[in-house]
């Protein structure tokens, strides 16, 4: 382990051991990571996941950190955190299509605000959501009905197994609810992506996103470090097949109804202003996290027969 140790640091002179990962990630929970590495450009990127394959060393790559519930243990293995400094993207507003290229790295909405400033619509919706758009690609992000998958036009794609880039069309990420090909395919990795917008009136743009960002400080628990949503709203089918007229419930509906807004443990709580948030109220654990989880499953198992998906990723357990 020292040879393997010496090796990382001689061939990674930047990277750092047992870096604590709640300070990298939105719930601020989480225990170590045997390795952690920054890597600020794609050479970098490949370079470290070149040598985790070397050793055999498992590796995640981390971007805003948000949509995730890190271990109390922490992670055994490289923490890629890639992060640009000071990163840019090229809006091309005057074109016939207006288009966006911009790195993975990059906050979402960061990308929302620039676009509305520059009088482009389709990206309102994504103004306060804290995760990047590689992270929003990944797990095809959305709020107020809308998703990332209707802007994106093409991506680019780092397969780690043979460590080459490559270029996918829209087709290609396979986007569902909360899904793409990249929840599944481990061995791809977003660097990039061009997106699609629409122009629009630029005070109007301006004024839908002002709006949809008054309304998440409204309904989200945004004072509280959180991940985001913890479950996927169930399809319309299953709230159908379990109520007599057709309302499609919301994931933080079904919870709210079982009795749980406000329930607490550890220093995690399930939100009083919205259901489908867990918040930690300060020194919350991964466990404290998992236990209300796993609680507001089996409530909502129990009373209405619907098994909610997680939408966060679980690293390290």
Not at 65 to 76: A, E, H, I, Q, T
Not at 183 to 193: G, V
Not at 296 to 311: D, M, R, S
């Amino acid at each position: 382990m020292k040879r393997i140790n010496s090796k990382l640091k001689k061939l990674l002179p930047a990277i750092q051991k047992n870096i604590s990962l709640k300070n990298y990630t939105t719930f601020k929970i989480g225990g170590p990571a045997k390795y952690f590495f920054v890597a600020t450009i794609k050479k970098d990127l490949v370079r470290a996941i070149r040598l985790a394959k070397k050793y055999n060393l498992p590796f995640f790559i981390l971007g805003g950190g948000s949509n995730l519930l890190v271990s109390d243990k922490g992670y055994n293995g490289l923490i890629i955190k890639f992060q640009i400094p000071n990163p840019k993207f090229q809006i091309n507003s005057k074109s016939q299509i207006p288009k966006i290229n911009v790195e993975a790295g990059v906050l979402l909405s960061a990308v929302a605000s620039a676009a509305a400033k520059n009088g482009l619509t389709g990206l309102e919706w994504a103004v306060g959501i804290p995760g990047t758009v590689g992270g929003a690609i990944y797990g095809n992000a959305g709020a107020f009905k809308k998703n990332i998958s209707a802007a994106i036009k093409k991506a680019e794609i780092l397969d780690v197994r043979n460590l080459k880039i490559k270029k996918f069309k829209k087709q290609d990420c396979k986007f569902n609810y909360r899904d793409s090909i990249f929840k599944h395919k481990k061995n791809l990795i977003i660097l990039s992506a061009e997106l699609q917008l629409k122009k629009g009136n630029k005070k109007e743009v301006q004024k839908k996103l002002k709006e949809c960002l008054d309304y998440r400080k409204q309904t989200q628990p945004l004072e509280f470090p959180s991940a985001g949503s913890i479950f996927k709203n169930p399809s319309p089918t299953q709230i159908l097949k379990k109520f007599r007229r057709a309302k499609n419930f919301s994931a933080g509906e079904l919870i709210e109804k079982c009795g749980l807004k406000g329930k607490r443990t550890g220093g995690a709580k399930i939100s009083e202003k919205h259901a489908n948030f867990i918040v930690n109220l300060g020194g919350a654990k991964a466990k404290d996290v998992k236990k209300l989880i796993n609680l507001a499953k089996k409530k909502v198992k129990k009373k209405f027969g619907i098994t909610l998906a997680e939408e966060i990723q679980h690293l390290g357990f």
